[in-house]
């Protein structure tokens, strides 16, 4: 936890600092507040010396190699949060968390600098959520060495309002982060970003001048080849790659010209079946994807389970913004009933592309669109159901179709039957490829579906 060599009289600072750090009820808030502000200036000497005596270990060694480093530095809390948002006591002011970060960063700069000998070092601050915003309200500052890489907002892989408002000094590099795919809300085992939203994208990344650094968030670099793909080629040549004519050359380039135009068509069909939760400046700005369905589905089983409506504390804010449980239902039952002639059309013309493939290029489009099309048709259809189930009972005996029971069989029916159609994705060296996966966990969604039907059999 401390790093090899460091002495046990600085660990036993660590350890007597955390002891004093919890809450003590018998001072009052100004007292507490008070302590808090001594302990953490304690915290921050030690937090500095922690960083400073890594300079003596790793650093030194690779100095030759200390210009193919980049280094990210900053500050924020845990799970992808500000600090703010597990600390009680930190600052309230945007002024005042803007210089927290502020300093953090400078100091972290220093050290590198100290630690390799010079400051020719290539270093960057990745910032979305409040970073944007205490940038864009001027309370942020950097090393003016330091490129600032603008992220997008990951649920809908779009860069935000800050992105383009914020403004930007001369003679400082800006890059980029953006996400092909995205852990929580997706896409994560099935690809749902279009190559024409990244284009659109990168473009503004272009037109604003932030092209000196680009990281690509791919989540699971297999089931994303074609964005991750695209998404470097656009970095290398942005002019020469637009989105229709690089998508044609890859899918001839992968199915051959026996296939390569059925494909096309598939991987449209595909893309365009996709429901939009947003359109607001872009059409398609925030779509269903599977994390976001596998959120739904618990949302519903815990409804039918006797559970009250909730909104969650997500990013997502989208993705549950109803004040009315019936409303929520209401809005994903349609959602769900009209994109499901789109995934079913989708499912048709990647089976006549199948078809007509060279048998070579048959397993890899297996894996790279049937299988993930079977897996988000299922979760759209077991969503459906779900809806349709909760409807029902929160309508009472009134409602004409009571079919709970068999609705929520349903559901788990099309999820066991996605997990048997991807398991030609599991087959020689990709065997057990899905085992560990926590997010999207189809073993888990098909239990907890099935524990609630068996509860309505009881009703």
């Known amino acids: 936890m401390y790093g090899q060599g460091y002495s046990t009289v600085q660990r036993d600072a660590f350890d007597h600092l955390f002891e004093q750090f919890k809450p003590n009820k018998s001072l009052s808030i100004e007292e507490q507040q008070e302590r808090f502000s001594v302990l953490l200036i304690c915290f921050f000497q030690l937090l500095q010396n922690a960083w400073t005596h890594v300079k003596t270990t790793p650093l030194d060694a690779p100095r030759s190699l200390s210009h193919n480093v980049v280094w990210q530095l900053g500050l924020r809390g845990m799970g992808d949060k500000p600090v703010w948002a597990d600390d009680p006591y930190a600052p309230e002011t945007d002024r005042g968390r803007g210089q927290l970060i502020a300093d953090a960063i400078a100091k972290q700069y220093e050290i590198i600098a100290a630690a390799l000998g010079h400051r020719n070092i290539a270093s960057t601050a990745t910032l979305w959520m409040e970073g944007m915003e205490l940038l864009k309200g001027g309370h942020l500052t950097f090393p003016k060495e330091t490129m600032i890489i603008h992220a997008d907002f990951g649920p809908t892989q779009m860069l935000g309002d800050s992105f383009y408002e914020v403004k930007r000094e001369s003679g400082r590099r800006y890059g980029v982060y953006y996400h092909v795919a995205f852990w929580s809300c997706g896409p994560h085992l099935v690809q749902g970003t279009p190559p024409q939203k990244i284009h659109y994208n990168l473009q503004a990344a272009v037109q604003q001048g932030n092209t000196d650094y680009l990281v690509v968030n791919v989540t699971n670099i297999r089931e994303m080849l074609l964005g991750t793909q695209y998404t470097a ?70 409804i039918l389970n006797g559970q009250p409506f909730t909104k969650d504390e997500i990013q997502n804010k989208t993705l549950l913004a109803f004040d009315q449980v019936s409303d929520f239902v209401d809005y994903y039952k349609n959602a769900t009933r009209i994109a499901l002639p789109k995934w079913d059309t989708a499912l048709n013309e990647a089976y006549q592309a199948l078809l007509e493939i060279d048998e070579e290029c048959r397993e890899f489009f297996t ?26 009972v929160l309508a009472g005996p009134t409602k004409e179709d009571q079919n709970v029971h068999g609705r929520i069989l349903e559901a788990g029916a099309d999820l066991q039957q996605a997990s048997i159609i991807r ?19 189809l073993p888990d969604l098909i239990r907890q579906v099935s524990e609630c039907a068996s509860l309505q059999s009881l009703r």
């Not at 296939?259 to 991987?267: E, F, H, P, S």
């Not at 049937?370 to 029902?392: G, N």
């Not at 398991?423 to 996966?437: I, M, P, Q, V």
């Open 423 to 441: 398991l030609h994705a599991e087959r020689g060296k990709w065997k057990g490829w899905y085992n560990g996966d926590i997010l999207l966990n």
């Open 233 to 302: 080629a656009l970095a290398w040549d942005f002019e020469a790659n637009q989105p229709e004519p690089y998508i044609h050359n890859w899918v001839l380039e992968h199915y051959g010209e026996r296939g390569n135009v059925a494909a096309a068509r598939a991987y449209q069909a595909y893309f365009n079946a996709f429901h939009s939760l947003d359109n607001e400046g872009y059409t398609g700005r925030m779509l269903l994807m599977d994390g976001m369905c596998r959120r739904l589905i618990i949302k519903l089983v815990g």
């Open 367 to 392: 894996t790279n669109l049937l299988v993930q099309l079977s897996i988000i048709r299922a979760l759209y259809r077991a969503v459906h159901h779900l809806s349709m189930a909760t409807e029902a």
